[in-house]
């Protein structure tokens, strides 16, 4: 990729996000305080800009409420960016450092050791086989406008820059992104 013209953003703060709750594919609405956000958002100045978004609700509507603020833009949504898929845990308030329950244990562990071992959770290989067809989906879609704008979910954007960044996708890596901030991503590795 030639230009660094790619920016990342998390969806904007759920109820979900707020109440503790671990999301997964199952989705929730925007808070008032992230569309009231999302509205107000300043995005980089470019002749036209392509919106990726993950066709989960929470992204997808983050990526309309982008769109409205740029006259230039389009949106595309795709699996691809979904997060991951966290089986039984989906849905169920974060228990922290729970040591009693084996699925809140191993889904707490999921930066030390490959395989998260919950219940219906999407595998490690299933999940790199799909980032690796998200990268070369956003570097074709990057050549068709001045600048991308990805709308995804943490879990999915800390596997991703592990990926790219050559690092076990289970790694910790540099995080989870906060809800609602927008980054320039740097592509050189890509």
């Known amino acids: 990729m030639g230009k660094n013209n790619i920016w990342v953003m998390r969806h904007g703060e759920t109820v979900w996000n707020r109440q503790g709750r671990l999301q997964g594919q199952l989705d929730s609405e925007l808070t008032a305080s992230a569309k009231s956000a999302l509205r107000k958002y300043e995005l980089p100045k470019v002749t036209s800009l392509s919106i990726l978004s993950s066709d989960l609700g929470r992204a997808l509507e983050t990526a309309k409420h982008l769109q409205s603020r740029v006259s230039c833009s389009r949106v595309t949504s795709s699996p691809l960016l979904r997060e991951r898929h966290f089986g039984v845990l989906q849905g169920l308030l974060i228990e922290p450092s729970d040591t009693k329950n084996e699925q809140w244990r191993h889904y707490h562990s999921r930066y030390h050791q490959t395989g998260l071992q ?72 890509w």
Do not use: M, Y
């Open 118 to 189: 919950v219940t219906g959770c999407e595998s490690d290989l299933d999940l790199r086989l799909r980032l690796e067809r998200a990268k070369q989906w956003i570097i074709t879609e990057s050549k068709k406008s001045d600048a991308v704008l990805l709308v995804v979910h943490g879990e999915w954007w800390r596997a991703f820059d592990n990926l790219v960044s050559g690092r076990p996708i289970w790694d910790v890596g540099s995080g989870i992104i906060s809800n609602g901030v927008l980054s320039q991503v740097i592509t050189k590795n």
